[in-house]
């Protein structure tokens, strides 16, 4: 059976959050996919949320949707990015998640005479689904991100369960890596290996001993800090990895490369003669080079409602990116809160493209819709993202085609001229989790249209995460006024894109382009988009 030979390799955090197992885990399972294992990763997150769909994104960064409607933590955007596959919801577990499968199970019976308790069974259930995606997926090796820091309450069950693995299945088939911090102090300048230190004494406390440590730094890891943390540890020196700072996060697995992690890995779960990946790897590193050549600098304005954390818009800003790498461009992004835009519109005209990814509700929207405009105005390339889509629309009813009062019933509930409305199927939905149209869903161009253009076909398919679309009461008027709808979904019941044929580079659109861009093959929209940015 496979699930016998499938190797695990649980990636666990330690001293405080914000590490970067993220990138650690995507590195690693990149390293093992380059050589030539079936690979995937998976996310635990121990909160209790169900999803990560309502969850604000200024406090936990982006909601990542998977193909197939998952609203997933930012991690499964980083293994999809790495691994350039699709990663299914199923791979980002939850407590909520766990627990409800149990409680489920209780009622219909299938604990019948037992108490049921952590241990056993909700631990048997996190063991139960993460065994279950190896073997349906049938794959060589699995890397396991468990979210949070070792020593949190809510993470200890699943840390129970990663133990009770290694020990059901064996050390020749899981290994652990644990992430921490050797700080460097300004007045000192040693690198501090105490974190560490107390760290993996507290991920033995619940018994659980590392294989490796990758050691997060702002520089290499120092040898004498690299022997003090293997002998307090009780991890070999060579199994200790520096994870400095790095220009591109797309480096790190070689980083961890030059430093023997593959063949450490390979020699812990028994496996010789592997065959020469050097093919994989030129082609990898033509990407990687793409993005740390100098180049020509194209200054972005990215204005949004959460632009106070970076990590809100973590596929938009690497989408950016993967543009101006295939372009030769240095995109620079400049965050720029949409509240705050109001009387400060002339500030965007210093900028070669304007974009507005997604977002809801009221706040900023007013900033919004007059930077749509502005854009529109100025003839500066805009791109318009699910609410950037959405207010465009309202800038354009507002500013050309005369309806003074237009707007989105999301923002107005009674305004006179609804541009934007509750879709017909969401009227009866109460529940805000998992409700919004989500995931992967088939689009049909318009021939001759800058849609048409930049995709190359009349269909494709693009995720999506948006409760509102046009009303398309106003569609005739729009058209009049010279706005072209080139993109629209389930028999054109709603528009999906908009563009002005006459403007340098207008689009706008209802889906979310950002989560299917990838490093070395950049979503079509945003490639188009940085292109006219430089033009």
Known sequence: MQTESTKHIFVTGGVMSGLGKGVISSSIAKLLQLSNQ????????????????????????????????????????????????????????????????????????????????????????????IRKIAKSENLDMLVVECGGTVGDIESLPFLEALRQLRLEDGSENVLFVHVTLAPSLDVVGEQKTKPTQHSVQELRRIGIQPDLLAVRCSRPLEISAKKKISLFSNVSAKDVFSCHDAESILTVPQTLYDQG?????????????????????????????????????????????????????????????????????????????????????????????????GGFGERGSEGIIKTANYARERNIPYLGICFGFQLAAVAFGRYVCGLSNANSTEIVPNTENPIIDLLPEQKLIEAKGGSLRLGANEIKLEDNTLAFKLYKSNTIHKRHRHRYEFNQKYLELFTKKGLQFSGYSDNKKRMEILEIPSHKFYLGVQFHPEFSSRPGYPEESFEAFVKAASA
């Open 38 to 129: 079936k690979v995937s990763c998976v996310k635990i997150d121990p909160y209790l949320n169900y999803d990560a769909g309502t969850m604000n994104p200024i406090a936990h960064g982006e909601v990542f949707v998977t193909e197939d409607g998952g609203e997933c933590d930012m991690d499964i955007g980083n293994y999809e990015r790495f691994l350039n596959q699709n990663v299914p919801r199923t791979h980002n577990i939850t407590t909520a998640q766990i627990y409800s499968s149990v409680i489920e199970a209780e009622r219909r019976g299938e604990y019948l005479g037992a108490c049921v308790q952590i241990i056993p069974h909700v631990t048997d259930a996190i063991k139960e689904r």
């Open 261 to 357: 992690i593959v063949d450490v890995i390979f020699k812990k779960f028994g496996k010789v003669g592997l065959v020469n990946t050097s093919a994989n790897w030129d082609k990898w590193n033509i990407i990687v080079n793409s993005f740390l050549d100098s180049k020509e600098k194209v200054k972005i304005a990215m204005v949004g409602k959460y632009v106070k954390l970076a990590d809100s818009y973590v596929s938009v800003n690497h989408s950016l990116k993967h543009a101006g790498a295939k372009l030769g461009k240095n995109v620079i992004i400049d965050w720029i809160d949409s509240e705050e835009l109001n009387g400060n519109l002339e500030n965007l005209s210093q900028y070669n493209g304007i974009i507005v990814p």
